[in-house]
């Protein structure tokens, strides 16, 4: 099985800056595309940004300019680097990652549990 494990969720004020951190691990062969997504309260999920293997991204239009995905493929590990935060991106965050298990596979898609993060005004 694979595990992917998000880290550095907190409370911040408006304007303040967080990083996210998901480290995936288990029984994996190649990670494909890694991607955040998020989930206001009461509302439904929605990505916050991806990012391919060889580095290629893509940002939601609420996001873009303010948070950077990046990843270390070395280290099997994922980041978001929340800047300039607004209350409205209080939400809980979920790392996904398309896992091949076996050099054969496509891939499966993986989530973590999620980190909560909530901004005030």
């Known amino acids: 099985q694979v595990q992917l494990v998000e880290s550095g969720g907190g409370f911040v004020q408006a304007g303040g800056d967080l990083r996210l951190s998901c480290s995936a691990s288990?029984?994996?062969?190649?990670?494909?595309?890694m991607a955040w997504y998020r989930q206001p309260p009461g509302m439904q999920r929605e990505l916050v940004a991806d990012?391919?293997?060889?580095?290629?991204?893509n940002y939601s239009d609420s996001v873009k300019g303010r948070f950077t995905i990046s990843r270390d493929n070395a280290k099997n590990t994922l980041y978001l680097q929340m800047n300039n935060l607004k209350p409205e991106d209080t939400a809980v965050y979920y790392c996904?990652?398309?896992?091949?298990?076996?050099?054969?596979?496509?891939?499966?898609?993986?989530w973590g549990r999620g980190a909560q993060v909530i901004v005030s005004s």
């Open positions: 996904s990652a398309v896992v091949a298990q076996h050099y054969w596979e496509s891939g499966t898609i993986f």
């Open positions: 990012i391919a293997r060889g580095g290629t991204t």
């Open positions: 288990g029984s994996i062969d190649t990670i494909n595309d």
